[in-house]
């Protein structure tokens, strides 16, 4: 019988590896259109954003590598879902008198998300108010991600919830934020929160350093004073040159 009028009765041999959670292929079907075949299969698994490599063998070659010319849910990155479709190029794969049963061997097996990495902050120290702009890489496109903000390992805010992997966010420091050292920012994913990314430790310092508030209180009725640097020196006095003259009485 030639492949043209192929025609054959499909067994399918199911092996899910690479977690302690189990994982299921269910629902396997498979048809043949003259030129391709065309299988649908759903994938379960209790995180709905977990990846699989999903492999698909024929005894054709007695298993011996995966198939080429396939394309669908197949491949290194496939998500769990119903109705998971896959189509095999068999007539550029067999050759064309083929005549024979099928048995085809799918395999699925978990892939970790790619590792969480925050990039390193602008700067060590930020003052209050102040935009700072977050950099990662790493975790699955469909991700929903947090971001929180750690004082000494406490958390002091939850900067974002469910943020969407777009690999970068801007944070608007809160104008009133508690100054002081050891602060740091944490992202991690909320299908992982025990993989989160950590910044290096930063500062939060005034908006306005000291001396600035200090200065206005040693300007008042246009005389300035300034502290002399030393030799015991008393405070020195310049007054300005433009100040009115005594006012003469009539």
């Not at 391709?36 to 954003?49: A, C, E, H, R, W």
């Not at 801007?170 to 009133?176: E, F, S």
């Not at 508030?213 to 300007?219: I, Q, Y």
Request: hydrophobic share 40%.
């Amino acid at each position: 019988m030639a492949l043209s009028r192929f025609s054959p009765a499909f067994i399918f041999l199911i092996c899910c590896a690479g977690t302690a959670v189990a994982q299921t292929i269910e629902n396997v079907r498979a048809s043949f259109d003259g030129k391709n075949v065309i299988i649908t299969y759903d994938l379960g698994f209790s995180d709905p954003n977990q990846k699989f490599k999903v492999t698909l063998f024929s005894s054709h070659d007695n298993f011996g590598r995966p198939l080429s010319l396939v394309s669908g849910d197949i491949g290194q990155a496939v998500i769990v879902g119903k109705s998971n479709r896959v189509v095999w190029d068999v007539k550029n794969t067999l050759p064309g008198d083929f005549d024979g049963e099928i048995i085809f061997k799918m395999t699925a097996s978990v892939v970790a998300a790619p590792k969480l990495i925050l990039k390193s902050l602008q700067k060590s120290s930020f003052k209050r108010g102040q935009s700072i702009v977050l950099h990662w890489e790493g975790a699955y496109p469909s991700d929903k991600l947090n971001i929180e903000l750690f004082k000494n390992d406490v958390l002091k805010d939850r900067i974002a919830s469910g943020e969407q992997n777009k690999q970068s966010f801007t944070w608007q420091m809160p104008k009133k934020q508690k100054t002081g050292s050891d602060y740091q920012i944490k992202i991690y994913s909320e299908a992982r929160p025990g993989e989160p990314a950590v910044s290096q430790n930063f500062r939060v310092k005034p908006k306005v350093p000291l001396l600035v508030k200090v200065l206005p209180f040693l300007v008042a009725g246009g005389v300035i004073a300034a502290i002399s640097g030393g030799g015991g020196e008393g405070p020195v006095v310049v007054v300005e040159d433009d100040l009115p003259g005594p006012i003469k009485p009539n």
